[in-house]
């Protein structure tokens, strides 16, 4: 509502009343977007590479590079035709961002205000890319992660460092912001303003009549409009996957499956359980007596009497009872027979005679019956490692110095490439070309790898395998022939005269308005037929308050003074509006003392923006920022031609 109220507010009654607030949007990692606030010195006798210094850091055209890639990588992600002269809007904020995190970190240090490795280490685990399967913060994530978001450890860490400060430094000083009732009053009665008006339409359609160029006027067109007909970046693309089909010869041997039937036992082996009797007493001599009476023939019990433990244990697993008589007596145990008698063996807790009483086995695989499933699971490792291998050999042999073809005939892969193509895979001599899905990453890939610089190898999804990926062929974003275009550009010609035309017009009603002429008297004199004039009414409330596009009639009908008219465009440049007021009734909020609170705490968020703001201005005038306008012009050129940074 507060923003369409400033919008609103231009008329002579508002110019009394509304205050200039200053917004800074405080977001973090990845997505900094801070305001314009100072400009800073020329940056005179800062290095050539150099963008800007604060106090004594230095932002490069390397760091600001970076950034604006992974500004590049997220415009592509909403629009995959997406090139830097398309992002070139973005530089001086992202530039601003830059400078707003040094400056903040270079206050902090000087004022002693220091942020713990413990404390930034917690909020890198709290990047969700950052952890693995199990929730937890995992190395192996996190450098893939830096890798991705093409990041140092380092660089990282300074951009959080300046997000808790942000938080740490500028939330105290914007907290707690008061806004009076007298303050918040007249803004509230302006919601309530009634105004009165009339509108005149006038229709670019109107006047396409009768304009049709010749081959001359769209050959001085299009020189002149020649950005207007710029194809992004083309590139030929090669690739060669590395996947499964390259290791399909790891397979195990028999000897291999048969080692690893044997060492997971536990797995494939049977189930062995015993029941059993024992009698502990505490001296050998009385053990090997009731070991003696036993294998004579006596019960376990009857030879052991009434001065002996005796204990009856069914289904025993070895684990089992390994944790009741130890690990040396349940080795002897289950080493046993059915029936036999072991011991006297000396335990923990006494000397330990032992009958087994009987056995039994459950479930279990032979190593015939589980060779196929050890097969397959040893395969399927081998196959994986294999691959491992052979992508370090091909890595190893990048830095060695190999290009595409050396890497890709040493490691005998199958090369391909695409045709030419856009940087959304899609190819403007055959439409009907698609890249297929699980090679889209590399394409990605081979539009951000520099023409010079050696291959890539990119990890494809779905366990695919990977690719070696390289650019062939780049050709540089340009203007399209004007055969190719000539359709394009005879529309836009007579688009843009329509539009001169439909201008011309309306500035004659606007400029009679203006003298005092009524509008439709002003619109029935005009040269073309044009709709009649429509009267148009409504309160500032429905305006700020819309939840759709307000039409610029409507919106202009607020910015002027009873009496006044104005010349105004739709969005579309469809059509021309000269719009005059007639009445205004000023509005009274006292009567609405809910409508004077929610004010209140509207324009209590706008001071506390304010407050940031300010704060932060402070705190980069303080650490002297200083720009480098030569060498960030320089980069703003090369990215508007779309060759790059």
Excluded: C, H
Excluded at 100 to 112: D, P, V
Excluded at 314 to 332: H, I, K, L
């Amino acid at each position: 509502m507060l923003s369409s109220f400033r919008n609103l507010s231009k008329s002579k009654i508002g110019t009394g009343l509304v205050a200039l607030f200053f917004i800074l949007i405080l977001i973090g990692f990845a997505l900094g977007d801070l305001s314009n606030f100072g400009t800073g010195n020329l940056g005179f006798g800062m290095g050539s590479s150099t963008v800007a210094e604060v106090g004594g850091d230095k932002i490069s055209e390397r760091e600001m590079s970076d950034a604006l890639q992974r500004r590049l990588q997220e415009a592509r992600q909403q629009n995959p035709d997406a090139d830097y002269a398309s992002i070139v809007g973005d530089y001086d904020r992202i530039l601003d961002a830059l400078v707003t995190n040094k400056a903040l970190l270079a206050f902090a240090e000087k004022n002693g205000f220091y942020l713990s490795k413990r404390l930034i280490d917690a909020e890198i685990a709290q990047i969700p890319q950052t952890r693995g399967l199990n929730g937890q913060f995992s190395e192996d994530n996190y450098r893939a992660f830096l890798a991705q978001q093409r990041l140092t450890d380092a660089e990282v860490r300074e951009v959080i460092a300046g997000s808790l400060l942000q938080r740490l430094l500028i939330a105290p000083v914007a907290a707690n912001a008061r806004v009076p009732v007298g303050m918040a009053t007249p803004y509230a009665s302006m919601l309530l303003e009634a105004r009165e008006g009339e509108a005149a339409t006038i229709p670019v359609d109107l006047f396409r009549a009768g304009l049709n160029p010749s081959d001359k006027d769209l050959q001085g067109y299009y020189s002149a409009n020649r950005a207007r007909y710029v194809v992004p970046e083309q590139r030929i693309i090669r690739f060669a996957k590395v996947g499964p089909e390259q290791v399909a010869n790891a397979v195990p041997s028999d000897q291999e499956i048969t080692a690893y039937y044997n060492a997971n036992q536990a797995t494939y082996g049977a189930k062995q359980t015993r029941s059993l009797t024992q009698a502990v007493v505490p001296s050998q001599a009385a053990a090997n007596a009731i070991a003696a009476r036993v294998k004579s023939g006596v019960t376990l019990a009857e030879a052991a009497g009434a001065n002996a433990a005796v204990t009856s244990l069914q289904d025993q697993t070895r684990q089992a009872y390994s944790s009741v008589a130890g690990d040396r007596v349940a080795a002897a145990v289950f080493s046993a027979s059915a029936g036999a008698v072991v011991g006297p063996l000396q335990s923990d807790f006494g000397w330990v005679v032992v009958k087994v009483d009987s056995m039994k086995s459950e479930g279990g695989k032979s190593l015939a019956e589980a060779r196929a499933e050890i097969a397959a699971k040893l395969t399927a490792d081998k196959r994986k490692q294999a691959l491992e291998e052979l992508v370090t050999s091909i890595q190893d042999s990048i830095d060695d110095g190999s290009n595409f073809a050396e890497a890709a005939a040493q490691a005998k892969l199958r090369p391909g490439a695409t045709p030419l193509i856009l940087a959304n895979g899609t190819s403007r001599a055959d439409r009907a070309y698609r890249v297929p899905a699980e090679l889209a990453p590399a394409i990605q890939a081979g539009f951000e790898i520099a023409p010079n610089d050696p291959p890539e190898i990119i990890t494809l999804p779905n366990e695919a395998g990977y690719a070696l990926v390289s650019p062939e062929q780049v050709i540089a974003a340009a203007p399209a022939p004007f055969a190719q275009v000539r359709d394009r550009v005879r529309g836009d010609w007579i688009e843009t005269r329509a539009q001169q035309r439909a201008r011309q017009a309306a500035d004659a009603i606007a400029t009679k308005a203006a003298r005092g002429v009524p509008l439709a008297q002003a619109v029935r004199e005009a040269a073309t037929s044009l709709p009649a004039v429509r009267p148009i009414a409504a309160r500032r409330m429905q305006i700020a308050t819309a939840t759709g596009p307000v039409p610029a009639p409507m919106r202009t009908l607020f910015t002027l003074g009873q009496g006044k008219s104005k010349l105004v465009a739709d969005a579309q440049n469809r059509a021309l509006f000269v719009v005059k007021v007639n009445k205004i009734v000023p509005g009274n909020a006292l009567f609405q003392p809910g409508l004077i609170s929610q004010m209140q705490t509207e324009l209590q968020q706008a001071v506390v923006q304010d407050y940031a703001a300010q704060f932060v201005a402070a705190v980069r005038a303080a650490m002297k920022v200083q720009r480098n306008e030569s060498v960030i012009q320089a980069q703003k050129q090369r990215l508007a031609s779309g060759s790059g940074t």
